[in-house]
């Protein structure tokens, strides 16, 4: 996960953005995952996360679109959802360190017969992000 944001965000600062200044930026996070920023924060070497001004939204594309339209900096995994932005430069990255996404998963009810059409989702999405891993 890389810290991404508007140019206009960062305007008058020089990329890349140290930790420290991230430290003074809002930052955009989804409800519950304010620890994705701590670690990143951890990599970083900053110890002090005491006065981050986190803002959570319920979902990452409201996330996405916060940070898309200068309103702070949002952590993402460089994939496919950013990677327009940052070619054509309505997104930049912050700071280059990059940390690991702790993982998502897919859940389902056990059964004694597992539904077919789940298995084959499963094995869609799993190809999914297997193809973007790999990019």
């Known amino acids: 996960m890389i810290p991404i944001c508007s140019p206009s965000l960062v305007e008058g600062l020089a990329l890349p953005v140290s930790a420290e200044q991230i430290t003074r930026l ?5 409800k519950g995952h304010s620890t994705r920023w701590l670690d990143w924060f951890a990599a970083a070497g900053i110890d002090d996360t ?17 940070a ?10 460089d994939n496919m959802l950013i ?5 054509t430069g309505s997104l930049v990255v912050v700071n280059p360190l990059a940390i690991k ?3 998502q998963y897919l ?12 298995l084959a989702f499963a094995d869609w ?3 999914v992000v297997a193809r973007i891993q790999a990019s």
């Open 26 to 30: 809002p930052l955009a996070t989804t």
């Open 68 to 77: 898309t339209s200068g309103g702070g900096v949002a952590l993402f995994t």
């Open 83 to 87: 990677r327009h932005e940052l070619a």
């Open 125 to 127: 999405l799993k190809s």
């Open 101 to 103: 996404a702790r993982g």
């Open 107 to 118: 859940v389902y009810p056990e059964t004694q017969q597992p539904d077919v059409r789940i």
């Open 50 to 66: 005491s006065k981050l001004d986190f803002i959570e939204f319920d979902d990452g594309g409201f996330a996405f679109d916060f």
